[in-house]
């Protein structure tokens, strides 16, 4: 099967570090997606891991370990503008390329 | 920038009509999903296509349909609309090229079926 398993809900404060985890399924698994969706905004991509190991992107890193089945989107310096959904995806293949998304993780930062 | 427009922002319709909803993208992209969001459930692919005429079934196809005769362009027909179809439809555009997981949405067509 193809699906990916994430926490509902996180809570966290301003200035901390936040981690989202996401498992799945690997039958035709390429790579693992993140990606942010603001209340009544469409999802924005984040980031793409393919191989293993932590991809950096100023605040945001995403990592990923195949032989786990698991990868996590990590966010530092937690300002209260980073309050939205999160989704992982999964790339993977039937034959051609799909995009398999996880049920949203909803991040509260408080002051 | 990639543009992903969807045709119409809110629709109202009623149980029994044909609905279409358009999206068109400006990049060229191979790839066109269409989505629908519902709380709790996440973004739930129902078809998409990976080329001009071709396309797949996602995990809930049943009561839709596509079409993609250009390549820029890609509608999804709920045949004769329900309730349970009223949701979010989302739209996106994805590169091959770039072989990546990134697509490009555009801004959703919320769907009401009365």
């Known amino acids: 099967g193809q699906s990916l398993e994430q926490p509902s809900e996180v809570t966290a404060v301003e200035g901390a570090i936040v981690q989202i985890n996401c498992t799945y399924q690997?039958?035709?698994?390429?790579?693992l997606s993140w990606y942010q969706q603001h209340d009544g905004g469409a999802p924005t991509f984040l980031s793409y891991?393919?191989?293993?190991g932590l991809e950096e992107t100023g605040r945001f890193s995403s990592f990923l370990s195949r032989s786990d089945s698991y990868g996590y989107l990590l966010l530092q310096e937690l300002q209260m503008k980073d309050s939205a959904s999160y989704f992982c995806?999964?790339?993977?293949?039937?034959?051609?390329?799909?995009?398999?998304f996880g049920a949203g993780t909803r991040l509260a930062v408080h002051p | 920038d990639v543009k992903v427009t969807q045709s119409s922002r809110y629709l109202v319709k009623r149980t029994g009509e044909k609905v279409f909803l358009e999206c068109v993208q400006d990049?060229?992209?191979?790839?066109m999903f269409w989505y629908r969001q519902d709380p709790g459930l996440g973004l739930r692919l129902i078809y998409f296509s990976y080329d001009v005429k071709m396309k797949e079934k996602g995990d809930i196809p049943e009561g839709y349909s596509v079409s993609r005769e250009k390549k820029e362009r890609f509608s999804l027909i709920l045949e004769s609309a329900s309730t349970n179809q009223t949701s979010m439809y989302l739209c996106a555009s994805r590169s091959t090229e770039l072989n990546t997981g990134e697509l490009f949405f555009g801004e959703g067509s919320r769907l009401t079926v009365l």
């Open positions: 891991n393919a191989l293993d």
């Open positions: 690997t039958s035709g698994f390429y790579g």
């Open positions: 990049m060229d992209h191979e790839n």
């Open positions: 995806a999964g790339l993977f293949s039937g034959g051609y390329n799909k995009l398999i």
